[in-house]
């Protein structure tokens, strides 16, 4: 259902919006895809603001989105608004609806924001928790070795990674679960889908003690979510899951996991931007983050 607002009219999106939502997070230089958008439009919902531009022609000026993960709390996503229309309230409208949606469900909202959302959300309520960095490498160097090639022909060194395999999933629930706060195999699923060579797993002692995930972007694979035990199941699954990837990857580095940016440094990644987890309604973000090396990206979680 659509409302009117002074200068603009708040719409629910849908798949129909695919192509205008692409252009929004492209103003931004955001990494999202359509495969993204659709996805998070399946998990969730969406709102937009559809307003006039210079020409008179409508235009989607503004989006959010919600995707709840379990019962107690869903992400808040997408909080986007184009140049030409930014600090006419449409972002803090949008989210104000969003979170009006949240509240009757009794959901709490969690979400990662940039700088200049930061502003936004302190003034709606959210307080800071803890960050993560964007870090981005443009392409593959020469040499890096292949996880075949580290594990040497037919053996696995102890602690390696190997593919995710079907039966792996029980595993990676249990890990990803009790970190992230909710069950969110729909979308783990659809992200080993995105990117099979980049999905990844190190089991140890018969469970799973690691596993990584990445996906397909408008201009550079995303790397995330890797969950570990430990620093060098991590420092395993993400040099393994780059040997598997040639052209330009981001991830987002957790940063109490910042003792393994000499790896990062040393694939020739360069720190991009920062993010704070943020939360309304609830003491704290759901969970425990402390297994969490990357996050599966700031419109995820
Ligand atoms: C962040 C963003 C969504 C804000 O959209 P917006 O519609 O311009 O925001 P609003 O007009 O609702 O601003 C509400 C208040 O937030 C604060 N605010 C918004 N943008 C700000 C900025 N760039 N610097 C400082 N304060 C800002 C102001 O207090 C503002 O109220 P005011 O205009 O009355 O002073 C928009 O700038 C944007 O799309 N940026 C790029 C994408 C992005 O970073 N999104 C956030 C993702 S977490």
Redesign the pocket.
Known sequence: MASTEARGQLVELGPADLPEALALSLS?A?NQNEADWRTMLALGRGWGMRAAGADGRQTLA?STLVIPYGEAFAWVSM?????A?????????L?RHALAALRAQGRAAV???????????L?EGFAPHWGFRRHRREAARGGETSPAGRAGAGTAAPGASRPLAESDWPGVLALDCPAFGADREALLRSLAQRLPQAARVVERDGRIAGFVLGRDGREAAQLGPLLADDPAVASNLLADALAAIEGPVCLDLAERHDALLPLLQSHGFVFQRP?TRMVLGAPTPPGDPSRIVLVAG?ELG
């Open positions: 931004a955001w503004a909080v986007l608004v184009l140049p229309f930014r600090r006419r309230g449409y972002a803090s409208l989210l979400l990662d924001a940039t700088p200049a959302g930061y502003a936004v959300y003034q993010f700031p």
